[in-house]
């Protein structure tokens, strides 16, 4: 007998909106029937023609762990992200030390693996002397590079080196991510609107 079938949903599956229920054995989706085909389970939920759909994946975020924990750890951020239905995030590098090593890496890794109530992954960080460890990556969602500062020794100004990581990466199938400022000409406006006594955002 499932562990579990919820029922009277409209089901979003596959670019579609339906009406029926999904099965669960074992903590997974077994199958996803019409609400008379349904069987019968240790629980049921009746939705109430609420809609289920898939959990969302936030590619993008910015748990301040390791090294600045007082803004948001792996518990407090997952929480946060399942509470919005966001059930897979994936982690930027610019923690504090950035995540440019690979015992770096796994040391995050077991960090996650404490705390994280979500299915998570990482972006690793380039940077302007890890191309050996580049060399060595796997496990990851992706690379970023960044083209100003940002926390931790992670700025790139080589366009050299960055085309060099990037070959490695498309041989290893890793996508590359690059923040694209260019310093020089964000300090040159700047300094031109301070000069104008503007000294707001832009």
Known sequence: MPDLVIKNA????????????????????????????LPDADKIIDVKG???????????VHFREPGASS??????????AIAGGVTTVIDMPNT??????LELLEKKRKIVKEKAVVDYG?????????????????????????????TGNLKIDNDAIMFEDFKILAKKGI??????????MVEYWTNKLKEKGNATAM
Not at 96 to 101: A, G, I, L
């Open 122 to 150: 990482f972006h690793f960080g380039a940077s302007a002397e890890n191309q050996e460890e580049i060399i060595k990556l796997k496990n990851v969602a992706g690379v970023k590079f960044y083209m100003s500062t940002t």
């Open 10 to 37: 409209k089901i979003v599956f596959s670019g579609r909106i339906f009406d029926g229920g999904i099965v669960i054995e074992n903590g997974k989706i077994k199958d996803i029937k019409s609400n008379i085909e």
């Open 175 to 184: 996508p590359a991510m690059v923040h694209a400022e260019n310093i020089d």
């Open 96 to 101: 504090q030390p950035p995540t440019t090593t």
């Open 71 to 80: 803004k948001e750890d792996w518990h407090t951020g997952s929480c946060a």
């Open 50 to 60: 609420n809609y289920v759909l898939p959990g969302l994946i936030d590619s993008h």
